[in-house]
């Protein structure tokens, strides 16, 4: 049973690899739980019905069920464990009346859950059979032995993991009142409970005294801790899924804040990328306030661009928003773009200089065979991102082996963004992306350019206002003065 798998998911292959996310710098916007899902494989149907249960949690407030979930796994889990720890009969009842409590309130919750046809939802509404027999045995119990339960713990007490001692109204004759005669004739002050609540631990010779002093109502109530153990505890399986999706969640909303819009995007069966407005969310991550989105195209006829211009134009801003929003569409999340189609890949690489103390052939060597590996294992249903790869080589060195990865993506039937300075590279050969400027201002806008031109002077033409033609007819001129 899970909220996000339709299939067990042990032995899962990864479909990343491992430094993915510090090259796009999405590990300093989720943590990493949250990032081990996303790189995991899941098949299509799991892939949307990931996007549903986003769509609702965004869009239809199944978001306020989830988050009141999880903080009630939480605090069941802290329950279970502080139950576990019990050393006497005595502290067992006192906890397994917390667990029962807290069980039944995760109960409630997820009972209200409507699957409406979704599979991952209907495995957790699934869930509660195994829990609705456990809830009528627990009740049923409590009824039939409410004047001992009441006698033994009127009053509040909660004892360990957000434990508290409440003082029993006036009146009132129970265990906990015993407590509270017994700690204020010895002088302790406990006119203020929440004072005493962490840590709370019942002496095991005072408990094995109180049960033998009460050993009718202890033998009856002995039987309460057994049901609490016997209970199934798969529930506590979900806590770590709703808050992968509630931590996607916060994120969609923190982006929103900064006026980012987001987008669940259609999942086609055509090879393609194709968004509009696409936004590189890592920004958030280094306290960019306003991020420039752009369009982008891939497709089975145009599979792998080169990305060119000037250094600080938004270059690999562009790659890493592209990749982050590959990642997070092909984990059934929602994406950082006005509108986007984009094909359920299945495996995202990612190449980023690894070490910028590395010079020469050292660095050189490093970045071949980190290239080389991607390029042995990735296939045609596989988004490959590079960027400034063999960037610390000469330039006919660094131009020919950025060629050489260009034609092995295709040979392979990849997708792939190249990210390059190298001006010798043969541009006619490939479909280009550039940095576009405004005068001498970067726009961090990327265009495309389906002519030859070089990295950096194209951006010097503009910003001097500079033609090619006017450039040539002033070299005409000169050299017909003789200049």
């Not at 979704?118 to 809830?135: E, F, G, S």
């Not at 360990?160 to 015993?178: F, N």
Request: glycine share 6%.
């Amino acid at each position: 049973m899970s909220l996000l798998y339709l299939s067990p998911a042990d032995n899962r292959a990864r479909r990343v690899n491992d430094d993915i996310f510090s090259n796009l710098n999405i590990d300093k916007l989720l943590d990493d739980k949250t990032l081990d899902v996303m790189a995991l494989s899941i098949t299509k149907d799991e892939l949307l019905c990931r996007r549903e249960v986003f769509r609702r949690l965004l869009d239809c407030g199944l978001y306020r069920v989830f988050y009141k979930l999880r903080a009630e796994l939480a605090d069941l889990d802290s329950c279970f464990y502080v139950f576990d720890k019990s050393t006497n009969l005595l502290e067992q009842i006192f906890r397994a009346k917390n667990v029962f409590e807290s069980y039944k309130r995760a109960w409630e919750t997820v009972t209200g859950i409507e699957p409406n046809g979704n599979p991952l939802l209907q495995q957790l509404k699934d869930h509660l059979q195994t829990m609705d027999n456990a809830i009528a045995k627990l009740d049923k119990f409590s009824k039939d032995h409410q004047e001992e339960l009441d006698a033994f713990s009127r009053g509040r007490i909660r004892l360990g993991g957000g434990a508290s001692l409440v003082a029993p109204s006036k009146g009132s004759c129970g265990t906990v009142d015993q407590f509270v005669s017994l700690a204020q004739g010895i002088g302790i002050d406990i006119t203020d409970p929440m004072a005493h609540s962490r840590n709370v631990k019942l002496n095991d010779h005072f408990a094995a005294n109180y049960c033998i002093a009460h050993r009718k109502r202890a033998s009856v109530l002995s039987a309460y801790p057994k049901l609490i153990a016997d209970l199934d505890r798969g529930i506590l399986n979900y806590r770590d899924e709703v808050d992968f999706y509630i931590k996607v969640c916060d994120l969609v909303t923190k982006a929103s804040t900064h006026g980012i819009k987001w987008v669940l995007p259609h999942i086609t069966d055509s090879k393609c990328f194709n968004a509009t407005s696409v936004y590189d969310i890592s920004l958030l991550g280094e306290g960019v306030e306003s991020i420039v989105p752009n369009d982008v195209w891939l497709s089975q006829a145009e599979n792998v661009f080169f990305i060119i211009g000037a250094n600080g134009g938004g270059k690999t801003s562009y790659l890493r928003a592209v990749a982050i929003n590959a990642l997070l569409a092909t984990a059934g999340c929602p994406i950082f773009a006005e509108a986007a189609s984009i094909y359920g890949f299945n495996k995202i690489y990612t190449h980023f200089p690894a070490d910028e103390s590395f010079t020469g052939s050292g660095r050189f060597l490093e970045e071949k065979q980190r290239t080389d590996i991607i390029l042995n294992v990735c296939g045609e249903n596989d988004l490959v991102f590079m960027n400034e790869t063999f960037s610390g080589t000469d330039e006919q060195k660094g131009s020919g082996e950025t060629v050489s990865v260009a034609r092995r993506l295709n040979e392979n039937g990849c997708m792939g963004l190249i990210v390059t300075h190298f001006g010798a590279i043969p541009f006619d050969n490939y479909p280009v992306l550039c940095t576009d400027v405004n005068g001498e201002e970067r726009t961090f806008r990327i265009i495309r350019r389906d002519k030859r031109i070089n990295a950096h002077a194209d951006d010097i033409l503009k910003k001097y206002d500079l033609t090619s033609d006017l450039i040539s007819k002033r070299l005409q001129r000169r050299n017909s003065n003789g200049t």
